[in-house]
């Protein structure tokens, strides 16, 4: 087999009939026998998009394709296999939390033949659906079960972004493993591969299934009170009150298992601030983003709706940037606390939403936060928070982008908030530090210039976003281990060694198989 990168194909391309496509462009014609995608990117730059794409082709005869095409090589896929574990522990492992890293450390482990427990604090995917949803009418929040807590973690509710900037060959196991699950195969050659909310609920459900039918358990509304060690070693947790002996535990908790954290601190766990951000959602026509990145083009049935990444460093020093662009989506309540607002981006498969909506982002760094404690940026956020919850009552602050600038007055325009539940009109440059609020009127102008109408004054700002990533690392060794407690494995976005979906699904799967591969314990 022959891997063709950066293989330009017009707009018009009919992907159904990819063998003939590619057989026009390439020496000598008509030698690809068959041809199947590897990933597939929409290049917006010039007078009109186009696809730039990598694919797998069979040739009649490789060494004269080779020598005629330059950007031909031979391909041998690095398959990823899950192996059988050396040797079975006497306790089976306990995993915390079921997000992505927590799933695919159970999967891993399930396959090799160790049947995990894992202990969710949240409910199972179905409950939780319709606790969001009740939340979304007007009910009261569920602290254990809303879009940060439950089966598939906080990006369940999301737009299932499967894109990632780490470079590993566990990342194509972790996109075939959703495909094998449920999710649109789309997703396996897609450059920037989404799930979406609706399919990923699906998916999840399927991934505990299969875990269990391999000899794993989970049990949901199970909430780590400790973890308990002794001389050095985990010897247990303490869930809901009851103890369960064990040698290895994964700590795959999330970013916002707030009382966790502070639970691990007061055992005495090594842990230490790192970089966060925070910031707002901002709100735009679809049909702009479209307008803006694909011209006269915007409409082209054969392009997606379109996405944007930005960033931009500001004279200040500090960087502002846009992070889970959700095209087609909408703003969501996401809180997880009583008296507190946070909001996040969601959006379906179809991406069919009037709006696109994505972070709008500050760095946060360790010394911005006064004192030395080791939670201070989780105070930061959540006075945050609770000062958004009180700006409105409950209701997400929401503002012009005009207002904000200090360019109009804040009023809805042409764009309509699509933030769930509820929302209200307000200056939320009272809600956010002073520095985070120069930093994002800097960044918004600045990123006009890259995306023409960015500063729209009719778009729309919804505050705050404040859990995009944790603030707080667990430390841990080489052996990916806690360096406090043998058999402890700290991973995943919220114990600060991710940041999305498939870079923490990759991280569980690394700690798991340190103990499948481990001779002893």
Do not use: W
Request: aromatic fraction near 8%.
């Amino acid at each position: 087999m022959i891997r063709i990168d950066n293989l330009i194909l017009p707009i018009e391309t009919d992907f159904k009939n990819l063998k003939e496509e590619i057989n026009k462009t390439v020496e000598p014609e008509g030698s690809i026998v068959s041809a199947s995608l590897y990933k597939k990117a929409i290049d917006a730059r010039g007078r009109k998009p186009r696809f730039c794409c990598s694919v797998i082709v069979k040739v009649k005869n490789e060494e004269e394709f080779l020598n005629k095409n330059k950007n031909a090589k031979k391909y041998i896929e690095e398959k990823y296999i899950f192996k059988k574990a050396v040797n079975i522990p006497e306790n089976r492992p306990v995993i915390v939390g079921f997000g992505p890293s927590g799933m695919f450390a159970a999967l891993t482990l399930a396959r090799a033949g160790v049947s995990p427990l894992i202990l969710e604090r949240g409910s199972d995917v179905d409950k939780r659906t319709e606790d969001i949803k009740k939340f979304f009418s007007g009910k009261s929040l569920d602290e254990s079960s809303n879009i940060q807590f439950g089966e598939g973690g906080a990006g369940t509710f999301s737009d299932g972004k499967l894109n990632t900037g780490i470079k590993d060959y566990r990342v194509r196991a972790v996109l075939k493993a959703f495909a094998e699950f449920g999710a649109n195969e789309n997703i396996l050659y897609d450059a920037k591969p989404h799930i979406g909310t609706d399919v990923l609920r699906n998916v999840v459900k399927n991934i505990r299934k299969e875990i269990i039918r391999l000899g794993g358990e989970i049990r949901f509304n199970a909430c780590v009170d400790e973890v308990i060690v002794k001389n050095g070693k985990a010897v247990g947790v303490k869930a809901n009150g009851d103890i369960i002996n064990t040698e290895n535990v994964f700590l795959c908790i999330g970013h916002s298992a707030r009382d966790t954290f502070k639970s691990l601190k007061d055992s005495g766990f090594d842990m230490c601030r790192k970089p966060f951000a925070v910031g707002v959602r901002i709100e735009h026509l679809q049909s702009k983003i479209n307008s803006a990145l694909y011209g006269k083009f915007a409409s082209h049935k054969n392009l997606s709706p379109a996405d944007y990444k930005l960033a931009v460093h500001l004279p200040s020093g500090r960087g502002v940037f846009t992070f889970c662009m959700c095209p087609g989506g909408f703003v969501v309540n996401a809180s997880s606390e009583q008296g507190g607002l946070v909001t996040n981006g969601m959006s379906y498969n179809a991406r069919a939403g009037a709006n696109a909506n994505s972070a709008l982002l500050v760095g946060v760094a360790p010394d911005d936060i006064d004192g030395n404690d080791v939670l201070g940026g989780i105070d930061f956020q959540r006075e945050i928070e609770r000062r958004a919850y009180n700006a409105c009552g409950g209701s997400m602050p929401v503002c012009s982008v005009g207002y904000f600038l200090g360019k109009s007055e804040n009023k809805i325009g042409s764009i309509k908030p699509t933030v769930k539940p509820e929302y209200e009109l307000y200056d939320i440059g009272k809600i956010l530090p002073e520095f985070i609020t120069y930093s994002l009127k800097s960044g918004i102008i600045f990123m006009d210039k890259k995306i023409k109408g960015f500063a729209d004054y009719d778009a729309i700002l919804t505050a705050p976003e404040t859990r995009s990533s944790s603030p707080v690392r667990i430390i841990r060794g080489e052996n990916l281990q806690s360096i406090s407690a043998i058999g402890v494995y700290p991973c995943g976005e919220g114990a600060g060694y991710a940041g999305g979906i498939v870079s923490a699904a990759v991280d569980g799967i690394k700690a798991a198989e340190m103990l499948v591969n481990s001779k002893n314990y």
